[in-house]
């Protein structure tokens, strides 16, 4: 894209540098002379203005054009997006697990409701869910990096929290929940992505609670935005799950629901995805 600010200034400066030379040409040529070379002068500048207004006028023409088909575009999504995903999840039940606040829940709630899943449970990490404050609190021995409070998070979100972790760690203000567990479930999704380098929280937090679940045969699906400034994708997709990385687009919501139907996939539009969405037909 052009730069007008910087011909705009270039052209101040060489107005400048032509006041500059009339005058001492003036003196040393004759005014004749240095009138003759100022017309021209004037005229090249007269023409590259026009030319600039002619790009702007484009540039301008080209992002409304733009702007006006991405609308046509997301009224097109929102509207076909219920025929495809409508009542697909009726019967399946699923647990989300917000690990990191940069992934809008309602993104994945609202595609679920609409396709009938019941939402057993949402568990959202707060941001005091440290390994320093795991830690301290005595809630994992130091020397496991948090592993054997992942496996008990695990354990109480598939089989039920007899044991008090995720009460435990409510009370500590260290999660949120909406919801029960211990209801048999066809798959976490786990929400992460991050706008801080938080890749120590994913290996510890995400990748060992990830590895309980699918060690119980259960699915996991891993989901960021697209605006995440630091990706798990790349982590998410070291373990045998299902990643979506656009999940606030409805691309990724539609991915979203027929990857708990079995599809399998890297799914999205950034370098780490395979294909955009999974196969619908």
Known sequence: MIDYKYHVTALVAIFLALGIGILIGSMIIGDEFVGNQQKLLIDRLEIDFQQMRVQNGLTKGQLAAANETMEIYQKFCQQIM????????QSYRVVVVQTNSSCNLNDIINPLKISGAEIEAVISVLNDFSLAKVTADSLSPAHDQGSQLMKMMGESILFGDDQGTISDLVKKKMIKISGTTGEPVDAVI???GSQTNLGEQAKWLDLALSDYILENEVMVVGVEASTAAYSYMPYYQSKPMVTIDNIESIPGQ???VYSILGEKGNFGIKKTAKKLMPDLW
């Open 190 to 192: 786990l929400a992460g």
């Open 254 to 256: 539609i991915s979203l």
């Open 82 to 89: 219920p025929v495809l995903i409508q009542d697909k999840l």
